[in-house]
């Protein structure tokens, strides 16, 4: 048993700790590979397909988690939302950010409730259940700047046109400021703090290195 959601959200091959194996065991050349098959499997646009796999910010081992969370929203409709975000991706930090935002994503829709569709709100994958607006950031701590502000006010204002969508909840694995968490339930934000305690994906994430490109 793999103690955590991750174990059971990434169950492509039956664990992440298997998954992780894999990775470690595979040359790189061919988990891009077996990538691009898995993306063509889930009847991708093949344009898309062919630019995520050559983005070369996305190690071989981010790439195969990223493909690996993606698989297992199966019945997530709109997935192709979050590799067009992937495509904006510059450097392998991003890379690696984008990564965990998968992931988390993966997660929640096994263990906190099923994401019917992504959307994209200016930038971002959002994700839809059934009443809720989802919208998960793996930062350490979130500042309210003034970026941070218009990003939430600009989400919030495409939120309230969306249909049957009645609460907004924003996820990030640390911690927020007072000023952050004042600023976003003025806005209408249920924020959950410390979601690795829930959404718990680092410690098995992060065991396996990627091999050398």
Avoid at 52 to 71: C, G, H, M, W, Y
Avoid at 98 to 120: E, L, Q
Avoid at 134 to 148: G, R
Wanted: glycine content about 4%; proline content about 5%.
């Amino acid at each position: 048993m793999i103690p955590g959601g991750v174990g059971f959200a990434l169950s492509v091959t039956g664990s992440l700790q298997l998954l992780n194996d894999m990775i470690a065991k595979t040359p790189p050349t061919e988990l891009r590979r077996l990538n691009r098959e898995k993306l063509d499997n889930m009847e991708m646009d093949p344009t898309l397909t062919d630019l995520s796999i050559e983005k070369n910010v996305f190690t071989p081992r981010d790439q195969t988690l990223f493909v690996a969370a993606r698989e297992d929203m199966k019945h997530t409709k709109n997935r192709n939302k979050l590799l067009k975000f992937a495509l904006r991706t510059e450097s392998e930090d991003l890379a690696a950010f984008r990564t965990r935002m998968a992931i988390m994503y993966a997660v929640y829709n096994r263990s906190v409730a099923p994401i019917k569709s992504f959307i994209s709100l200016g930038t971002f994958p959002c994700g839809t259940t059934e009443n809720t607006l989802v919208f998960i950031s793996p930062v350490d701590h979130l500042l309210w700047t003034e970026d941070a502000h218009a990003i939430a006010k600009a989400i919030s204002d495409r939120a309230a046109t969306l249909v049957g969508i009645k609460k907004k909840e924003l996820w990030v694995d640390g911690t927020v400021t007072d000023r952050s968490l004042e600023g976003l339930y003025k806005l209408g934000w249920s924020v959950k703090k410390n979601s690795d305690a829930i959404l718990d994906w680092k410690e098995e994430a992060k065991k396996k290195r990627a091999p050398p490109r």
